[in-house]
């Protein structure tokens, strides 16, 4: 599905989803996130052969990124008889995609910084006894 221009996941490409990886994303749903960003569709064999995963691997990361709201399928193509072969797109701009990550990172810090503020309250009220 994909064009051949971008079928292929570049040093660029596993930087990003390195840093994907790093704030909080599944491996696999980074490596997923940051082809489907480029906004193409794909189906899950197009992801499976430029990003090297198993089937299973891409279902999982595939859902993840639904779940999120990020992916969604735009269409399913049937062949003659069998499965009809699902194809991807990204949901959301990569703007808002980052946007809610950088929330959600902000949340996690501040429930820690609640969470510092809480022990240092315990110590300091048993000190006080």
Request: charged letters at 35%; a negative charge.
């Amino acid at each position: 599905m994909g064009g051949d221009n971008i079928l292929h996941f570049s040093t660029e490409d596993e930087e990003i989803a390195d840093l994907f990886w790093s704030i909080g994303l599944k491996r696999n749903s980074a490596l997923v996130l940051t082809l489907m960003i480029k906004d193409v569709d794909f189906t899950s064999r197009d992801i499976e052969r430029m990003i090297d995963l198993r089937q299973p691997e891409v279902s999982i990361a595939i859902t993840d990124l639904m779940k999120r709201g990020w992916v969604h399928i735009v269409l399913q193509i049937t062949q003659n008889k069998g499965r009809p072969i699902k194809v991807y797109h990204v949901s959301r701009s990569l703007d808002e995609i980052l946007d809610e990550l950088k929330e959600s990172v902000i949340k996690i810090y501040e429930q820690k910084c609640d969470e510092i503020e809480e022990v240092r309250r315990l110590v300091h009220d048993k000190m006080a006894l």
